[in-house]
């Protein structure tokens, strides 16, 4: 339909048009003002409220302490992760902080470490115990490196290497807990 016939069908004042957009501005001017007062008195409830410190759960660090139920390294599997696996990789990647570590899942993750000798590269690791026996392939080891270009860290390749030395660390000293354990698995 052209524009003239549907201005001639439907036609309105410019008093008309301004009335409306007046009551719309209204409108939303109302709706702006409650939105802030809501803001207001959200952000003034939160800086008033005062907690006694005393009533707050104290913090617990679950990765000191116990071994959380790694085993030795029987053929049953119903769950859980090769003990000497467990303790070689916690052993190898002792030096490193850890972030996070699961005994039950076999999951140990690091947060990132930064070498004395090297300020530009930082890494980071990986070690998934996928077993509960003693065998090469029951380890997953996934290592991650940045370095520090023009002010921020960019992740970079690992040397194909280096996965594959720290998975032969764990290895050893795994089998080293072994025989120190007279060559049990259990």
Not at 12 to 34: E, H, I
Not at 61 to 85: P, S
Not at 112 to 132: C, G, H, M, T
Request: aromatic letters at 6%.
């Amino acid at each position: 339909m052209p524009r003239d016939n549907m201005i001639a069908r439907y036609p309105m004042s410019p008093a008309a048009v301004r009335a409306k957009m007046v009551g719309r501005t209204q409108v939303l001017l109302s709706v702006a003002l409650k939105g802030t007062a809501l803001l207001s008195l959200g952000i003034l409830s939160a800086c008033g409220s005062s907690r006694d410190p005393s009533s707050l759960a104290t913090p617990h660090n679950h990765l000191l302490g116990v071994d959380r139920g790694a085993e030795g390294g029987a053929d049953d599997l119903k769950g859980g992760v090769n003990a000497y696996l467990w303790r070689g990789a916690i052993d190898t990647l002792s030096f490193m902080p850890l972030s996070s570590a699961d005994a039950v899942g076999g999951v140990i993750l690091t947060d990132w470490y930064q070498p004395p000798a090297s300020q530009n590269e930082r890494f980071k690791i990986a070690a998934y115990v996928l077993d509960r026996r003693l065998r090469s392939d029951a380890l997953r080891v996934a290592v991650f490196r940045q370095t520090l270009q023009n002010g921020s860290w960019q992740d970079t390749p690992v040397s194909a290497t280096t996965t594959s030395d720290i998975t032969t660390r764990i290895l050893t000293r795994a089998r080293q807990l072994r025989a120190e354990n007279g060559e049990r698995d259990n």
